[in-house]
């Protein structure tokens, strides 16, 4: 009696199973098709379309997948407007982003790639590269002269994006520089701080940050530093490199070698490691997330915020405010190291890129078509369609530059889709800028043109290493976790010098190897 | 219900009138096994085939079929790995602990909830302890985050009020265990109740009837009556867990580690996601896991075998 209720139970269990198994499979089968049906039924609609462009009579079809950062597909009030203004009939796959790479690879192993494809980061690019080079993807920079618009792209971003030499992909730009310090200027004002011009100054803000209670409440319960469990997006790369540390790879003796082979790196960790010995920043910061660290400076204990972009300033401004509704903050980036330099480390440009399969793109003429898409997409008109909505409905135009519109959810749902997808940055496609309100704002986006002016690259952003795609990221693992290990007073420069060691004799060497061959190139 | 089933067909059929025959009288039976023998076959089996690429050099673009073949590579590459003991053992390690201080605790907790005899308690306490349950491990690592962390952490203050030294939870390496399997207990034991509750739902009432009348207090009647009643039902889930040996919770231990405690808290699952998908490194990722199943294979037959050595039923 008693098994077979068991196996009852088993029974209702497993078919509960296989109901949601195949939910999820319908309901996934029906995401993608969606947006062909939709192209199918568009074919009614041409005609109208074509009576306001008499020159080319049938609008050009491009089927296009990126990746999608809000919770649900747009609906069509962009896209419609964007057809006619390009004359085209387009046809968007959006997939979460979340889960973007996994639809990106098996769409790409399955040889479904559309005609146009986003992939998600410049990480996914390079994991691309390898197929790239073995001709899966169109390359288009012999075309690149024919559109006058698309040739307005930087020269130097284009060539971040080059593979073997040759371009294949149009990048969505982004600043070359734009990490700082986000502080509390309200608490420096009131300890009578002022912002920091160098490396030892931002260690005395810390500490005042942490000793001299600067929120007055007359408890030792506040912190300098709010950092998180992250490196390079974290605070201790920024620091670094006012520190004078190379971009990932520096030369020396004309040679390429990784970061931590440069003693600007050990002063880094050991000024790091000062600042947790002193308690001035929060001492589990190797374990904590994004989030707990945001809460941290957003809830008022922490006075220094290093994230990945200063123009975080906005959102880290809108919720401190919640809590501590008289805080001020402001931005600041210049800060020089021991040496007196300043440095600050770049990222090559662009955010994203979009690949052209050879499998879903048949000729040139086709090719073609879609890249005179883009080109129109570089319109100061077509990109400001995407980037900011309709002009009323979702922004305004105050001394021109754009102001969004103050229903967000509607923006979010409508645009936000969109303008992740432009091309270029507003410098080459002429959109408007962005109207800033906040003084710490303003303040920030003159920094990230300063930034530019120090800025540093990786110089092996463009380089191969077989190896690096091989194990690079399993590699640099070790020499993480012993940054930590020396911040964290676990290991000391022979320790640190014993992980490098490691590092070589498990590809490290090889690698530097590879990046020196490919660098001389 | 059986035995009634028999009678018949034993009556009435005659020797060997085929297999034909006898599937389409029970047609509506196969019928209902149909949906599930679908979902393994598409879901399970169909997947399998994919391994070969543990034995490829595979590259999406030319396939399966069109990858080079390179044997045994990746299985060295694996076995040559310096950490491969290390992550082994940590796996096997976090196993044990989770045989030895998980598994009980829903038995316990199914016995203690048993013993509540008002049945809106019993219900209460049912579902207070389910709720854990369903949260994501995102959420109980965040909980605990809060509660363990040096910069104001209830913990952390309780231990410093009462004039001890803070301890650093998240980043020790000698805690990492510990907390891992109170988060495990936390969030899973309420659930496990459920099966042995049903379990201890099907015993004869009238064994306890008895066992009061010859003088048994409540401890007697558990040990003698209740937990035998339930002890297949223990084995049974003791195999399946068995089973699973490898899978400890990929999500939950990859959000509870760190740099400073990767030497214990590596597991293969957090190996396979860094060396293998990160880098889209699909045929060692793939070695690996085969490697994981082939563990937990050999694990749940030897645990099937020692289970019916001493007269108990197993699983197959």
């Known amino acids: ?521 | 219900m059986e035995d009634t089933a028999v009678q018949p067909e034993a009556a009435i059929a005659r020797p060997r009138s085929g297999l034909g025959k006898r599937v389409w009288r029970n047609k509506w039976i196969y019928l209902m096994i149909l949906p599930g023998l679908i979902y393994f076959i598409i879901f399970k089996y169909v997947p399998m085939f994919g391994l070969v690429i543990a034995f490829e050099d595979y590259k999406p673009f030319k396939g399966v079929f069109g990858s080079d073949w390179v044997g045994l590579d990746h299985f060295r590459r694996l076995f040559t790995q310096p950490d491969f003991w290390n992550i082994l053992a940590n796996t096997l390690i976090l196993f044990g602990m989770n045989l030895v201080f998980y598994f009980p605790v829903p038995i316990l907790l199914a016995l203690m909830l048993n013993e509540v005899r008002v049945s809106f308690f019993k219900r209460f306490f049912q579902t207070l302890v389910y709720l854990p349950h369903f949260m994501s491990w995102v959420i109980i690592v965040s909980i605990s985050y809060v509660m363990l962390t040096m910069d104001g952490g209830v913990i952390n203050e309780l231990l410093e009020s009462l004039g001890m030294a803070k301890i650093n939870f998240l980043l020790s390496p000698e805690w990492f265990r510990p907390t891992y399997i109170i988060q495990v207990i936390w969030r899973e034991a309420g659930w496990g109740t459920i099966i042995y509750l049903a379990a201890i739902a099907s015993v004869d009432p009238q064994l306890y009837e008895a066992a009061r009348m010859d003088g048994a207090g409540r401890f007697r009647q558990i040990w003698h009556i209740t937990l035998p009643a339930i002890r297949s039902v223990i084995i049974v889930l003791l195999i399946l867990k068995i089973g699973d040996v490898l899978e400890l919770g990929f999500e939950h231990v990859y959000l509870l580690l760190n740099s400073m405690n990767r030497d214990v808290a590596e597991i293969i699952d957090t190996y396979v996601y860094t060396a293998g998908l990160r880098q889209m490194q699909f045929s060692y990722s793939s070695a690996v896991g085969l490697f994981k199943s082939v563990i937990g294979l050999i694990l749940v037959m030897a645990a099937n075998k020692l289970s019916k050595k001493f007269g108990e039923e197993g699983i197959y």
């Open chain 1, 1 to 521: 009696m008693k098994k077979s209720s068991f196996s009852a139970a088993l029974c209702t269990v497993m078919s509960a199973a296989v109901l949601l198994a195949a939910c999820s499979g319908g309901g996934n089968k029906e995401a993608s098709e969606t947006p062909s049906a939709d192209s199918g039924a568009s074919a009614s609609s041409s005609p109208a379309a074509a009576s306001e462009t008499p020159k080319d009579a049938k609008p050009t079809e491009i089927t296009i997948m990126l990746p999608l950062n809000t919770s649900e597909a747009p609906p069509d009030t962009i896209k419609n407007e964007l057809e006619k203004l390009t004359n085209t009939k387009l046809n968007y796959q959006f997939f979460p982003a979340d889960t973007y790479e996994e639809k990106l690879n098996t769409a790409f192993a399955t040889g479904s790639l559309p005609q146009v494809t986003y992939l998600k980061n410049s990480t996914t690019f390079l994991q691309m590269r390898s197929a790239i080079k073995d001709g899966q993807f169109w390359e288009i920079g012999p075309y690149m002269s024919e559109f006058p618009n698309l040739s307005k792209l930087k020269p130097d971003i284009l060539d971040n994006t080059k593979v073997d030499g040759k371009l294949y992909s149009l990048y969505i730009g982004r600043p070359l520089a734009r990490q700082g310090m986000i502080y509390r200027k309200d608490w420096a004002d009131k300890l009578g701080i002022q912002p920091p011009k160098n490396v030892d100054e931002l260690f005395a803000m810390a500490k005042a940050f942490t000793e001299q209670d600067p929120d007055g409440n007359g408890q030792k319960d506040t912190i300098g530093f709010a950092d998180r469990n992250e490196l390079v997006y974290g605070a201790f790369k920024t620091v670094s490199a006012w520190f004078g540390t190379p971009n990932y790879w520096g030369e020396q003796e004309g040679q390429l070698k990784p970061e931590f082979m440069f003693q600007n790196y050990i002063d880094t960790m050991d000024y790091f490691k000062k600042l947790r010995d002193g308690g001035y920043i929060n001492q589990d910061f190797a374990a904590t997330s994004k989030t707990d660290a945001v809460n941290l400076f957003t809830s008022g204990k922490a006075g220094i915020y290093v994230g990945g972009s200063m123009q975080d300033i906005d959102s880290l401004n809108k919720d401190l405010v919640k809590n501590v509704p008289d805080a001020v903050l402001d931005a600041e980036s210049m800060i020089a190291g021991p040496d007196g330099k300043v440095q600050q480390w770049e990222i090559p440009g662009y955010n994203n890129v979009v690949l052209f399969p050879k499998s879903a793109i048949k000729d040139e003429a086709e090719l073609k078509s879609i890249l005179a898409f883009f080109d129109k997409m570089m319109t100061p008109e077509v990109a400001n369609l995407m980037y900011w909505g309709i002009e009323g409905t979702h922004y305004t135009v105050v001394n021109g530059q754009a102001k969004v519109s103050d229903n967000k959810e509607l923006v979010e749902r409508e645009v936000k889709p969109f303008k992740d997808s432009v091309i270029g940055e507003a410098e080459t496609n002429g959109m408007f800028q962005p109207l800033n309100e906040l003084p710490g704002r303003i303040h920030v986006e003159q920094l990230i043109i300063e930034n530019e002016k120090a800025g540093v690259k990786d110089p092996t952003a463009a380089l191969d290493s077989a190896t690096y795609a091989e194990k690079g990221v399993e590699l640099q693992q070790l020499i993480t976790d012993a940054t930590y290990k020396y911040i964290y007073g676990q290991l000391d420069k022979a320790g640190f010098q014993k992980a490098i060691d490691n590092w070589r004799k498990q590809g490290g060497d090889k690698m530097i190897e590879e990046f020196n061959a490919s660098y001389k190139k």
